[in-house]
C-alpha cells in the first residue's frame, strides 16, 4: 500500500542514477530552515513594536519642539518668512541625508547602527534649540535634529517592512504610524500644558517658559535610543559592496520613477504644517493674546495628530484590501481640500475654534494616509534589495519637495498675503494628485 505523500522533493531526479532512486515508502525530510521560512510572518512582531516604541519616543522629543516653535519664534520677534526657510531647510537636509543613508545601508549593511545615530542627534538638536536666542542656532538645532530623522527615517522603515509579509505592511505601517503619532499627541499635549503652567514663573524673559518646556523634551529623545538598541532585530540584511550610487538610481523602475515625480508635485505644495500652527495663532492673536493663542494652536496641532492616531491602522487595513495606490490618491486630495480651506479661512478672517478644528482633522488624515503608505507603495514597485535606497529616493523628493513649499508658503505669506501662499500650495497639491492619478492607470 503507498504510503501519503508528505513534501515535494524539490532536488531533481534522474531515473537512471540509482543513488537518486527512492522506494516508495520512503518518506522525504524536510529541513527544519524550509518549514520556518514556509510559515508567515506575524505582522505584530516584536521588531514592528519595538519600531513603534522607539517612534513614538522620538516624535515625542521633537513634535513638542513643532509645536511651540511657532510661538517661541513668536515671541523672539521673528516672522513667518524665517519660520517657513527655517522647517524648508531642515526638510531639504533630511531628504538628501535619507538619499545616501539609503545607498549606505544597502552597500555596507549596517541599518540598525545609522538609525541608532539618527535618534541619538534628534536630543543634541533640542538642546541646540533650548539655547537659542536668535534664529541662527534654531537653525542649526533644526537641521542637527532632522539630520538625524533624515539618517534613521528610510531604514527603519525597511527593517520594519522586511519583518513582516507582502499581504500585512498595510497593517505593520499602520500600528507603526499610530504608535509613532501617539508620540507626536502626548508630546506636544504635555508641552502646551507644561507652556501654560510654566508662564507664570518668574523668568527673565518671555522665553523662559519655552526652554523650560525644551529642555524637557531632551529625555523621551535619549530614552528612544536606549528602546531601539534593545528591542528592534535587524532582519538578515546582506551588504552589496558592488552597488553604485548613480547608476543604481539610473535602473530604479520607471512607474517608481513615475511615481516620484507625482510624489514631488504634490510635496511642492505640502507645506510645513509648523506654517499651519503658525496661521492658527495668527488668526486668534486679536481676540485670546499671542501666549493663549500659542497654546490653542498647538493645542490644535495635537488634535491634528489624535485624528492621526485613531485612523492610521484602519487606514493601513483599508489599503491591504482595496490597494495601496487607490487609498493614497485620497489622501493626495484631502492634502488639497486642507490648503484650499486655509487659503479661505484666512480671505474671511476666521477665528473660529470649530472651523479651525475642522481644517486640522482633515489634515491628520491626509497625514495618516501619506505617512502610512507612501513607503509600502513604494515596496510594490521596487525590488527588496535596492528597498533602502528606494526609500531615500523617497525621503529625498519629498525633502527637497517640502523645503520649496515651506519656503515659497512662508516667503509669500509674508511679502504679499497667506491666501496667495496657501491658494498655491492647493494648485500644486491637486496637480501632485493628477500625476497620481496616471500612475494608478499604468
Same mark, same amino acid.
Given at each position: 500500500?503507498?504510503?501519503?505523500?508528505?513534501?515535494?522533493?524539490?532536488?531533481?531526479?534522474?531515473?537512471?542514477?540509482?543513488?537518486?532512486?527512492?522506494?516508495?515508502?520512503?518518506?522525504?525530510?524536510?529541513?527544519?530552515?524550509?518549514?520556518?521560512?514556509?510559515?508567515?510572518?506575524?505582522?505584530?512582531?516584536?521588531?514592528?513594536?519595538?519600531?513603534?516604541?522607539?517612534?513614538?519616543?522620538?516624535?515625542?522629543?521633537?513634535?513638542?519642539?513643532?509645536?511651540?516653535?511657532?510661538?517661541?519664534?513668536?515671541?523672539?520677534?521673528?516672522?513667518?518668512?524665517?519660520?517657513?526657510?527655517?522647517?524648508?531647510?531642515?526638510?531639504?537636509?533630511?531628504?538628501?541625508?535619507?538619499?545616501?543613508?539609503?545607498?549606505?545601508?544597502?552597500?555596507?549593511?549596517?541599518?540598525?547602527?545609522?538609525?541608532?545615530?539618527?535618534?541619538?542627534?534628534?536630543?543634541?538638536?533640542?538642546?541646540?534649540?533650548?539655547?537659542?536666542?536668535?534664529?541662527?542656532?534654531?537653525?542649526?538645532?533644526?537641521?542637527?535634529?532632522?539630520?538625524?530623522?533624515?539618517?534613521? *527615517?528610510?531604514? /527603519?522603515? #525597511?527593517?520594519? @517592512?522586511? +519583518? &513582516?509579509?507582502?499581504?500585512?505592511? =498595510?497593517? %505593520?505601517? *499602520?500600528?507603526? /504610524?499610530? #504608535?509613532?503619532? @501617539?508620540? +507626536? &499627541?502626548?508630546?506636544?499635549?504635555? =508641552?502646551? %500644558?507644561?507652556?501654560?503652567?510654566?508662564?507664570?514663573?518668574?523668568?527673565?524673559?518671555?522665553?523662559?517658559?519655552?526652554?523650560?518646556?525644551?529642555?524637557?523634551?531632551?529625555?523621551?529623545?535619549?530614552?528612544?535610543?536606549?528602546?531601539?538598541?534593545?528591542?528592534?532585530?535587524?532582519?538578515?540584511?546582506?551588504?552589496?559592496?558592488?552597488?553604485?550610487?548613480?547608476?543604481?538610481?539610473?535602473?530604479?523602475?520607471?512607474?517608481?520613477?513615475?511615481?516620484?515625480?507625482?510624489?514631488?508635485?504634490?510635496?511642492?505644495?505640502?507645506?510645513?504644517?509648523?506654517?499651519?500652527?503658525?496661521?492658527?495663532?495668527?488668526?486668534?492673536?486679536?481676540?485670546?493674546?499671542?501666549?493663549?493663542?500659542?497654546?490653542?494652536?498647538?493645542?490644535?496641532?495635537?488634535?491634528?495628530?489624535?485624528?492621526?492616531?485613531?485612523?492610521?491602522?484602519?487606514?493601513?487595513?483599508?489599503?491591504?484590501?482595496?490597494?495601496?495606490?487607490?487609498?493614497?490618491?485620497?489622501?493626495?486630495?484631502?492634502?488639497?481640500?486642507?490648503?484650499?480651506?486655509?487659503?479661505?479661512?484666512?480671505?474671511?478672517?476666521?477665528?473660529?475654534?470649530?472651523?479651525?478644528?475642522?481644517?486640522?482633522?482633515?489634515?491628520?488624515?491626509?497625514?495618516?494616509?501619506?505617512?502610512?503608505?507612501?513607503?509600502?507603495?513604494?515596496?510594490?514597485?521596487?525590488?527588496?534589495?535596492?528597498?533602502?535606497?528606494?526609500?531615500?529616493?523617497?525621503?529625498?523628493?519629498?525633502?527637497?519637495?517640502?523645503?520649496?513649499?515651506?519656503?515659497?508658503?512662508?516667503?509669500?505669506?509674508?511679502?504679499?498675503?497667506?491666501?496667495?501662499?496657501?491658494?498655491?500650495?492647493?494648485?500644486?497639491?491637486?496637480?501632485?494628485?493628477?500625476?497620481?492619478?496616471?500612475?494608478?492607470?499604468?
Amino acid at each position: 500500500m503507498k504510503q501519503p505523500v508528505m513534501a515535494k522533493q524539490v532536488k531533481t531526479i534522474h531515473p537512471k542514477s540509482s543513488e537518486n532512486r527512492m522506494s516508495k515508502t520512503d518518506k522525504i525530510e524536510i529541513a527544519p530552515e524550509t518549514v520556518q521560512n514556509d510559515q508567515p510572518k506575524r505582522w505584530l512582531n516584536r521588531t514592528v513594536v519595538g519600531a513603534g516604541i522607539t517612534s513614538a519616543l522620538g516624535d515625542f522629543c521633537y513634535e513638542t519642539t513643532t509645536v511651540i516653535l511657532p510661538g517661541f519664534l513668536a515671541v523672539l520677534g521673528i516672522p513667518a518668512a524665517v519660520l517657513g526657510i527655517i522647517e524648508g531647510t531642515a526638510d531639504a537636509v533630511a531628504s538628501f541625508t535619507k538619499m545616501v543613508s539609503g545607498y549606505i545601508a544597502d552597500k555596507l549593511g549596517h541599518r540598525k547602527l545609522l538609525v541608532l545615530i539618527g535618534y541619538g542627534l534628534t536630543p543634541v538638536g533640542q538642546v541646540l534649540i533650548a539655547l537659542a536666542v536668535g534664529w541662527p542656532l534654531l537653525l542649526l538645532g533644526r537641521l542637527v535634529s532632522w539630520f538625524g530623522k533624515g539618517l534613521r *527615517g528610510p531604514l /527603519r522603515d #525597511a527593517i520594519v @517592512i522586511q +519583518a &513582516v509579509s507582502p499581504e500585512t505592511r =498595510g497593517r %505593520a505601517f *499602520g500600528f507603526h /504610524r499610530a #504608535a509613532d503619532t @501617539i508620540g +507626536a &499627541v502626548a508630546g506636544p499635549l504635555l =508641552g502646551v %500644558a507644561l507652556l501654560g503652567w510654566a508662564h507664570d514663573w518668574p523668568w527673565n524673559d518671555a522665553t523662559g517658559s519655552f526652554r523650560f518646556v525644551l529642555w524637557l523634551s531632551v529625555i523621551p529623545g535619549v530614552l528612544a535610543v536606549i528602546a531601539f538598541l534593545t528591542l528592534v532585530k535587524d532582519p538578515e540584511h546582506s551588504p552589496n559592496p558592488s552597488l553604485k550610487f548613480f547608476s543604481s538610481l539610473r535602473n530604479l523602475p520607471a512607474r517608481f520613477k513615475r511615481y516620484l515625480g507625482a510624489v514631488g508635485v504634490f510635496g511642492i505644495g505640502d507645506f510645513s504644517h509648523s506654517l499651519l500652527i503658525l496661521a492658527a495663532t495668527q488668526m486668534l492673536t486679536a481676540s485670546m493674546g499671542i501666549v493663549h493663542a500659542a497654546q490653542v494652536g498647538g493645542l490644535l496641532y495635537v488634535w491634528r495628530n489624535v485624528v492621526q492616531v485613531a485612523v492610521s491602522y484602519p487606514i493601513g487595513v483599508l489599503a491591504d484590501r482595496l490597494g495601496h495606490l487607490p487609498v493614497l490618491v485620497g489622501g493626495y486630495v484631502l492634502g488639497a481640500l486642507t490648503a484650499v480651506l486655509t487659503a479661505l479661512a484666512f480671505w474671511f478672517g476666521v477665528d473660529s475654534m470649530v472651523l479651525l478644528g475642522v481644517i486640522f482633522f482633515i489634515a491628520g488624515l491626509y497625514v495618516a494616509v501619506l505617512e502610512a503608505l507612501e513607503s509600502t507603495v513604494t515596496a510594490e514597485m521596487v525590488q527588496a534589495d535596492k528597498l533602502a535606497m528606494s526609500y531615500g529616493a523617497l525621503g529625498t523628493v519629498n525633502g527637497v519637495a517640502k523645503f520649496i513649499s515651506s519656503t515659497t508658503v512662508g516667503v509669500l505669506w509674508t511679502a504679499i498675503s497667506p491666501v496667495l501662499s496657501f491658494g498655491l500650495a492647493a494648485v500644486l497639491m491637486a496637480g501632485g494628485t493628477l500625476a497620481l492619478l496616471r500612475v494608478k492607470k499604468d
